[in-house]
T-cell receptor, first 110, second 111 residues
Framework: EDKVVQSPLSLVVHEGDTVTLNCSYEVTNFRSLLWYKQEKKAPTFLFMLTSSGIEKKSGRLSSILDKKELFSILNITATQTGDSAVYLCAVDNYGQNFVFGPGTRLSVLP | DVKVTQSSRYLVKRTGEKVFLECVQDMDHENMFWYRQDPGLGLRLIYFSYDVKMKEKGDIPEGYSVSREKKERFSLILESASTNQTSMYLC??????????FGQGTRLTVV
């Protein structure tokens, strides 16, 4: 059974800290790994990763994939209170659907 | 901008009622999905559809059915609502190999 695991499940930091969120996966057919940010409503897309070792970057957020070790990390530098959200990792398994992890709840305190 | 629209943000229904959740997307995506999201359990796939009139069961299809009569519309049906179907329901759509775009969610309470 395809599975996506995220850690930690919950994290509390102070503004200005740097955080690393982890995602590991076991899927039979891997096409891509995706990161989403979910505040109070719909998840919004952050990154799609298909190749190992190539960092994707958007402002203070970056992410990288290791297809040999089957994991990805999402880094957020100089965190702000607006970064408080649930971060979801998902894998596209060629099954025409996405397998989601449980999410990491990040709280950034002022 | 891709838009996925769910018909209701909040719904309260009684046990045993038939409930329809509607989802419409405007980007001609082949794939559409219904997930439910519960604390500690993440997003769990109920059903998905990769074409008109085609549907596939996800991980938790029991108690649900779906309908996709038109490409842009994907409906989730709770035949006889029960209290354990109280949840946040999220609809999403995607093209093959691309990211999924989500609707704003419907918070359903069954009393």
């Amino acid at each position: 059974e395809d599975k996506v695991v995220q850690s930690p499940l919950s994290l509390v930091v102070h503004e200005g800290d740097t955080v690393t969120l982890n995602c590991s996966y076991e899927v039979t057919n891997f096409r891509s790994l995706l990161w989403y940010k979910q505040e109070k409503k719909a998840p919004t897309f952050l990154f799609m990763l298909t190749s190992s070792g190539i960092e994707k970057k958007s402002g203070r957020l970056s992410s990288i994939l290791d297809k040999k070790e089957l994991f990805s990390i999402l880094n957020i530098t100089a965190t702000q209170t607006g970064d408080s959200a649930v971060y979801l990792c998902a894998v596209d398994n060629y099954g025409q659907n996405f397998v989601f992890g449980p999410g990491t709840r990040l709280s950034v305190l002022p | 901008d891709v838009k996925v629209t769910q018909s209701s943000r909040y719904l309260v229904k009684r046990t045993g009622e038939k409930v329809f959740l509607e989802c419409v997307q405007d980007m001609d995506h082949e794939n559409m999905f219904w997930y439910r999201q519960d604390p500690g359990l993440g997003l769990r796939l109920i059903y998905f559809s990769y074409d008109v009139k085609m549907k596939e069961k996800g991980d938790i299809p029991e108690g649900y059915s779906v309908s996709r009569e038109k490409k842009e519309r994907f409906s989730l049906i709770l035949e006889s609502a029960s209290t354990n179907q109280t949840s946040m329901y999220l609809c999403a759509s995607s093209s093959q190999g691309a990211e999924a775009f989500f609707g704003q969610g419907t918070r359903l309470t069954v009393v």
